[in-house]
């Protein structure tokens, strides 16, 4: 029988990248107790994926569920949005489509909710060459010597020694691409800014307003490792415009979206 995480809604944002997104689901199969439920939260990829998600719909011991929205331009918090309001679980654990989950991640995630605090993790970088060869052999699989890692120790678990490393604080690497949260506090901010336009400072803004609210910041550290797949880095000529956003909500200690979840309640 399997374990799973009641409490848990897993959510995979993705866009056009099915090679990534199949070695994603893998790991989500591999996991030592699954979420109540994977989220994809689609920002309009195409047929390839829909029929990639198909597949794993029936191989997935929980509902897999595909929350698209039409491909109209960079829009990844609406399509977070869209998705989390759709989740049941009471907590969400959010990741990128390029994050290969190890066995104990869902596990970990659930030993680390505790009320009025959100979860950062960390994640190892595996290099171009070994992400191209993982693709190719459909190889979800990664330990702490595997090959062509970056920031290896990331993988290390040690759980009783967790609670004696803080970590970061801030909004340093505190990114959406590995961050869980209580959906009542998303909710209550309002979810991830839809004003952003284009890639850029997203993240840290959901962030900040989370610490605006009085929600303190946890780190993964020794726990819930994950191995980011190589790709070449986004960048945008509007990142500038979104810095004022972030920006503004530090000043003003801004604690709601003003265009956020709440178009889909």
Same mark, same amino acid.
């Given at each position: ?23 994603v689901l ?58 989390i309001v ?57 330990? /702490?010597?595997? &090959? !062509?890692?970056? +920031?290896?120790?990331?993988? *290390?678990?040690?759980?009783?020694? =967790?609670?004696?490393? #803080? ?42 307003? /989370?610490?605006? &609210? !009085?929600?303190? +910041?946890?780190?993964?550290? *020794?726990?819930?490792?994950?191995? =980011?797949?190589?790709? #070449? ?33």
């Open positions: 029988m399997i374990k799973i995480a009641p409490e848990i809604s897993l959510v995979i944002t993705t866009y056009n990248s099915p090679a990534f997104l199949e070695l893998k790991s989500v199969l591999r996991q030592h107790v699954f979420p109540l439920e994977v989220i994809i939260a689609d920002d309009g990829s195409g047929e390839e994926t829909r029929q990639l998600i198909d597949r794993y719909r029936k191989i997935m011991p929980v509902p897999l569920i595909h929350s698209w929205i039409p491909d109209e331009g960079f829009r990844l918090s609406k399509s977070r949005n869209v998705a759709k989740a049941k679980g009471s907590y969400i654990v959010n990741i990128d489509g390029d994050m290969v989950l190890m066995p104990h991640f869902i596990e970990d995630h659930r030993s680390l909710m505790k009320e009025n605090q959100f979860v950062a993790g960390s994640r190892a970088r595996l290099k171009e060459k070994e992400t191209l060869r993982h693709c190719e052999n459909l190889n979800a699989e990664f330990h /702490l010597w595997s &090959k !062509g890692l970056g +920031r290896r120790l990331v993988l *290390l678990r040690i759980p009783f020694m =967790h609670y004696w490393i #803080k970590g970061r604080s801030g909004l340093s690497r505190a990114r959406g691409g590995h961050l869980a949260f209580w959906k009542k506090d998303f909710m209550e901010i309002n979810g991830f800014e839809e004003r952003f336009n284009g890639w850029g400072y997203e993240d840290s803004e959901f962030v900040q307003r /989370l610490y605006n &609210k !009085g929600v303190m +910041r946890k780190n993964a550290k *020794l726990l819930a490792g994950a191995v =980011h797949l190589y790709h #070449k880095e986004k960048t945008d000529d509007r990142a500038s415009k979104n810095m004022e956003l972030l920006q503004d909500t530090i000043e003003n200690s801004n604690k709601k979206a003003i265009l956020g979840a709440d178009q889909y309640i």
